[in-house]
């Protein structure tokens, strides 16, 4: 599995064609197979095969265009394929007939021939579980993983082929702001700061292989898990605690690694920890294994090229744009 950032371009064209009453062009991106669908927001929207979904889309994007009109067209999107099937989810803000709703967009896409098609579209809006079940649920990512702590399915760390993508993190100047803040005030902070870094790595699909002072050791299957996970780390680190801005230095590299009673080593293990040790304060470096990996999911700022100590030769490494 692969990110795919040519499909969220693809669902930023869609909408903007129905947006501007094209429907000629949203049809021509409906595949042509028999098990093509349309879900909407009525519940009597649920359409399949290419003639309904073209007939019904030549009416309906004529009578809405004007009333579907997004401040941004894509806030949100995530994108992934394998082989010939892709799918992107979006959230993305409304006016017009309905403003600040924050429609949500999932679509699958199936390759054919030299273009991707829709095979699956699924629109919906936002509605509170009272209004549609009559009960509370759950909803704060806080509070799920606090109640299923001891309950999570551990994950396997590596991927199928054997690679593992190890995350390094850790405070800068951590001696000078405890100096600062006072001891106290410190370990509060501390905390914080270590109840962040697991709970993103729990929603990413990472484990904590080790914590080491003010830092962690970070194990991922995915390249792409652990780049969106280091993304969050800064912009939940970044936001501070109580006033107080915490600059972390992050360093991912990718590659195979030798397992140990819960633990990694070998030379990708040492060339993620010295990566990190290179990068500023609130800056993400990753090296060119991930940043292949990654496939233009991210955007980088530029290249650099590092001597590490006590290995051989330069590496490249790139700042990965988080802000």
């Not at 290419?50 to 009109?69: G, K, N, S």
């Not at 990472?206 to 970070?218: I, P, R």
């Not at 397992?259 to 070998?266: C, L, P, R």
Request: negative net charge; glycine residues 12%.
């Amino acid at each position: 599995m692969e990110p795919a950032p040519e499909l969220i371009a693809l669902v930023e064209r869609i909408l903007r064609n129905y947006q501007l009453g094209d429907g000629g062009a949203v049809i021509d991106v409906v595949s042509r197979e028999p098990g093509t669908v349309l879900i909407g927001f009525d519940e009597a929207e649920w359409w399949e095969g290419f003639d309904t979904i073209a007939a019904l889309m030549r009416v309906q994007i004529q009578e809405a265009h004007e009333l579907v009109q997004f401040d941004h067209l894509v806030m949100h999107a995530n994108a992934w394929k394998e082989g010939t099937v892709g799918w992107v989810s979006a959230r993305v803000s409304g006016a017009g007939a309905a403003p600040g709703t924050g429609t949500r967009f999932t679509f699958v896409f199936h390759e054919e021939g030299a273009f991707w098609r829709v095979v699956q579209w699924h629109t919906s809006l936002p509605t509170s579980n009272e209004d549609a079940l009559g009960v509370t649920l759950t909803t704060s990512l806080d509070e799920i993983l606090v109640m299923v702590q001891g309950d999570a399915t551990e994950l396997a760390p590596t991927a199928p082929d054997g690679s593992v993508t190890i995350m390094f993190t850790d405070i800068q100047g951590s001696t000078s702001l405890m100096e600062s803040l006072g001891e106290a005030r410190w370990l509060e902070l501390l905390a914080w700061h270590d109840g962040v870094v697991k709970q993103q790595t729990a929603v990413f699909g990472g484990s904590v292989v080790k914590s080491q002072g003010d830092g962690f050791m970070l194990a991922f299957p995915a390249a792409g898990a652990a780049a969106a996970c280091a993304v969050a780390i800064q912009r939940a680190l970044g936001a501070g605690w109580t006033g107080v801005s915490l600059p972390v230095r992050i360093g991912l590299h990718n590659g195979n690694v030798k397992t140990e009673a819960g633990d990694f080593f070998g030379r990708t293990v040492v060339v993620a920890a010295r990566v990190g040790g290179a990068a500023s304060g609130g800056e993400i470096l990753v090296t060119q294994p991930v940043q292949e990996c990654l496939g233009g999911a991210f955007t980088f700022d530029g290249v650099r090229s590092l001597t590490l100590k006590g290995l051989a030769g330069q590496f490249a490494v790139f700042p990965l744009v988080w802000r």
